[in-house]
């Protein structure tokens, strides 16, 4: 997400500092933006300049004093770890200017939460992005409780800059997106787990029944099984509601570390550069 979110802005004649944990992290995060450029290239999206102009448009940092002393937006992007991003969300606070926007792309921890890490709760907010981050036009603008209206209408207008299409919403677990989405890829696992259909035949249903471009399960092995876990765990806490309670079937998934893509198999098993879907040996 992160790299989508500095290749969109940087796409768009911002100046950005990206910053990773180690070089090597850096490196192929910039290896992959200078791939996705080049794939818009190709499509006739955009020139040649542009991608050049954009690869140039990002500077690299391990440290987040480094990489926010100037900075007018951070946006952080680290995995969905409610103590990790209070950690950082502090760090933040204490290196960017006074002034600074301190944006966060998490997908369902409470921007409020978030905020009380920072003596400047007035000027965090949410910039949920969706993936991948150059194709996908949405982004969910989430006030905090004490988020500035100002600042709510700067970050639209800002997500607008970069060929985005901005949606305002509060701060409550799962906010719209996933509040819709993961009680549906939950019941997509109930109904594999109590055996109602096979992993293709439910994905086909909503595809061809429902007009969506991918199946519930494909879907959840896209974004990782772990981070639907943790979505539909954090509402559950939020809301007190057993319906957001993850499946049994989801849980031991995650547990057995069969992620989806990111570790090769989830639902469907993957193999590197192939497009075809193979359903998960578990499940055949």
């Known amino acids: 997400m992160g790299n989508g979110i500095a290749h969109v802005f940087a796409q768009n004649n911002f ?22 450029l080049s794939r818009q290239v190709e499509k006739d999206l955009i020139s040649e300049e542009i991608k050049n102009t954009a690869i140039n ?7 987040i004093k480094d990489g926010t002393q100037h900075a007018d937006l951070v946006i952080e992007a680290v995995t969905e770890n409610e103590e990790l991003k209070l950690k950082i969300f502090k760090e933040l606070d204490d290196a960017a200017p006074a002034d600074c926007i301190l944006a966060t792309n998490t997908s369902s921890i409470s921007i409020t939460k978030i905020a009380s890490a920072t003596k400047r709760p007035s000027q965090v907010i949410g910039m949920h992005f969706m993936n ?33 299409i901005p949606c305002e919403v509060n701060d409550y677990p799962g906010f719209v997106a996933n509040r819709i989405l993961m009680p549906m890829i939950n019941e997509a696992v ?27 399960l494909q879907l959840a092995d896209f974004i990782g099984l772990d981070v639907c876990y943790f979505i539909l765990k954090v509402m559950h806490e939020g809301f007190g509601d057993a319906k957001y309670s ?12 069969n992620l989806g893509i990111k570790t090769g198999e989830g639902f469907y098993q993957y193999t590197p550069g192939s497009k075809e879907l193979v359903v998960s040996k578990r499940f055949r």
């Open 15 to 36: 100046s950005v500092n990206l910053i990773g944990i180690s070089s090597a992290q850096l490196e192929q995060a910039m290896n992959t933006i200078k791939k996705n």
């Open 246 to 257: 993850p499946c049994p079937l989801l849980a031991n998934m995650v547990n057995a570390n």
């Open 190 to 216: 109930y109904c594999l787990h109590q055996n109602v259909a096979g992993v293709k035949e439910i994905d086909t249903v909503m595809k061809l029944g429902m007009a969506h471009p991918m199946g519930p």
């Open 57 to 63: 448009n990002i500077s690299t940092f391990t440290l």
């Open 132 to 164: 991948p981050v150059p194709v996908m036009k949405l982004v969910e603008v989430i006030n905090g409780y004490a988020t500035d209206k100002n600042i709510t209408n700067t970050i639209i207008e800002l997500a607008k800059q970069i060929g985005k």
